[in-house]
């Protein structure tokens, strides 16, 4: 779970720095790059929380 904690602490990080970018610059790439950035670790959340779950079955 230390792994999924880094890497939400990661994510808001870049989010944070992409988003004061954009407010410099004003480029409008910059709010692209946020997008796929809270995309991809959305997917990749559902994934962990659908391999915990499985995880889980199996035990059982």
Known sequence: MAIIRLTIVLVFLASL????????????????????????????????FLLYLIARVIRL
């Open 17 to 48: 720095v992409l988003l004061a970018l954009y407010l410099v610059t004003r480029n409008q790439r910059y709010l692209t790059l946020v997008k796929k950035i809270l995309t991809y670790t959305g997917w990749m959340l559902v994934v962990v």
